[in-house]
Each structure stands twice: as C-alpha cells, then as structure tokens.
C-alpha cells in the first residue's frame, strides 16, 4: 500500500506561481503512472496532467505552456510547477498515483486559490 502526501497549496494572486508536490511512502508493484487532478466547486475532477515511467508527459489543453510536471523516482516524488495562475485554475488539487498492478492511489488533496 502506498501513502501519498500532498503539498505546496495555498493562495496566490493571478500571474503567480506555485509549485505542488507528493511524495509516496510505503510498498507498492512499483510506481507508473503519477498525475495530478483538480475540483473546483461545482465541477467534476478532472486530470491536470500526468507523467509516466517513461517521462512521457500529457496535460489537459488549459493548462499547455502554463504548468509542468516532473518526478523524482528515486524519492517517489511528483512535482507540479503552476506558471501564470488564473483565477479558473482554483480547485483542489490532487495527487494520483497507479502502480504496476493497476493500484490506483490518491492524496487527501490540497486547496490551491488563485485570487486578488
């Protein structure tokens, strides 16, 4: 089972940046897939963007040159980089992890608010 802390949340004001992590801790088939998803109120959740063992990337069209993902494999770690907040990107972020046998994982989530 794996254990996933977010952080890195918070309040920032339109033009900001933030920079989300998650770490995973404890034992799994070993880690494939890390994303990061997000809510905001009222919508459904919806994939931000995810990266794979590979380094392969994929992110969600409203966010394209704006935001970054990385992994630290060694650390089990995955990294969001937030350029050029909007006040749309608010929502709770969470973190996603699938292992090698198909284990799907979550974070507790962290608020992220993008306001003046």
């Known amino acids: 089972q794996l254990q996933l802390v977010e952080s890195g949340g918070g309040l920032v004001q339109p033009g900001g940046s933030l920079r989300l992590s998650c770490a995973a801790s404890?034992?799994?088939?070993?880690?494939?897939?890390m994303a990061w998803y997000r809510q905001a109120p009222g919508k459904q959740r919806e994939l931000v963007a995810q990266i794979i063992s590979t380094g392969n990337t994929n992110y969600a069209d409203s966010v394209k040159g704006r935001f970054t993902i990385s992994r630290d494999n060694a650390k089990k770690t995955v990294y969001l980089q937030m350029n050029s907040l909007k006040p749309e990107d608010t929502a709770v972020y969470y973190c996603n992890v699938v292992d090698w046998g198909a284990k799907d994982y979550w974070g507790q989530g962290t608020q992220v608010t993008v306001s003046s």
């Open positions: 404890g034992s799994s088939a070993g880690i494939y897939v």
